[in-house]
């Protein structure tokens, strides 16, 4: 099992920047791709952006291309994503995410494990 545990949501206005925190713990970090999935209320949960067990693969959604960026910490079992010029479109709850591969992790089917989500409200 792996325990996942994100931080670092809230409330910013339009513009501003967040960046959001999963540690995980229970099995090796090293061994998961990890990935960043939102949902905003009535919507689907959608992948956000995903990031290889080494760090050097990355991928995002084109709605937060240029603007949000995933790295991870294989000493401090971290991921983190950096979420800069935020719009009020990207209020949602926030969900860290592992899998066995970075282009698996992007699939909510296939997560393996999640979070519990952070909230992240922006304002216009």
């Known amino acids: 099992q792996v325990q996942l545990v994100e931080s670092g949501g809230g409330l910013v206005q339009a513009g501003g920047s967040l960046r959001l925190s999963c540690v995980a713990s229970g099995r090796t970090f090293s061994n998961y791709a990890m990935g960043w999935f939102r949902q905003a209320p009535g919507k689907e949960r959608e992948s956000v952006a995903a990031?290889?067990?080494?760090?050097?693969?990355?991928s995002y959604t084109d709605s937060v291309k240029g603007r949000f960026t995933i790295s991870r910490d294989n000493a401090k079992n971290t991921v983190y994503l950096q979420m800069n010029s935020l719009k009020p479109e990207d209020t949602a709850v926030y969900y860290c995410?592992?899998?066995?591969?970075?282009?698996?992790?992007?699939?909510?089917?296939?997560?393996?494990?999640w979070g519990q989500g952070t909230q992240v409200t922006v304002s216009s």
């Open positions: 990031i290889s067990m080494s760090g050097s693969t990355t």
């Open positions: 995410a592992a899998g066995p591969a970075i282009n698996i992790v992007r699939i909510k089917q296939r997560v393996t494990y």
